[in-house]
């Protein structure tokens, strides 16, 4: 079952999702122009941090043992933005990204416990942005920012703006009892997963 708008919110007092820095205003009042809240969706925004992967002699191997994430840092370069200087993300680049919003699906909450699905935004895709295009689920328990993966795949370069809406975070109830197995990506602080 996917949760409302209202849902969203009553879960969000309750503490059974946090979205921190929690997105403001809950409801559109009359002269504003932009509220996060969809009728099932909730805005996230861009972080100000970019992994750039880097070009060289190296695989991606899967069946090897360590961490993907390692892997990732040790061949890419991150670069911070700040509100002066947009990230321009040219034709057919991909970078990591991450929301601003670090998220959380506590268990001590529940049940009825709650997972999460993040999407990119029809406006974007339309113009050729594809935000995190793969593995969009959010399991109970855990908590962090969310890493973007994205892509230009139009012949025009895009602006990327920290705090620009940027993905949806869709929100669901999970039915019955869980066991849980945390993700290696829980509580990661960075967009490749460190």
């Known amino acids: 079952m996917i949760l409302s708008n209202l849902e969203m919110h009553k879960a969000l007092d309750e503490g059974r999702l946090i979205i921190d820095p929690e997105p403001t205003p809950r409801l559109k009042k009359v002269g504003e122009k932009y509220c996060p809240y969809d009728t099932h969706s909730v805005d996230l925004r861009l972080g100000y941090e970019i992994t750039e992967p880097k070009a060289g002699p190296f695989a991606y191997d899967f069946g090897h043992a360590g961490s993907i994430a390692t892997l990732i840092g040790q061949n890419s370069k991150r ?3 700040d509100a002066r200087r947009p990230y321009y993300l040219e034709k ?6 991450q929301t601003l919003e670090s998220i959380a699906f506590p268990i001590d909450k529940g049940p009825p416990f709650l997972s999460g699905r993040i999407e990119g935004k029809s406006s974007r895709a339309r113009c050729g942005l594809l ?3 793969t593995a969009p689920t959010i399991h109970p328990d855990w908590s962090g ?3 973007l993966e994205i892509i230009n795949l139009c012949e025009i370069p895009f602006l990327l703006h920290p705090g620009m809406p940027i993905a949806q975070l869709i929100v669901e109830q999970v039915y019955g009892d869980i066991l849980t197995n945390p993700s290696q990506f829980k509580n990661q602080s960075t967009p490749e997963g460190l």
């Open 79 to 81: 670069e911070t933005l």
């Open 92 to 97: 057919g680049r991909f970078i990591l990204a």
């Open 131 to 133: 935000v995190h295009f």
């Open 145 to 147: 920012q969310l890493t």
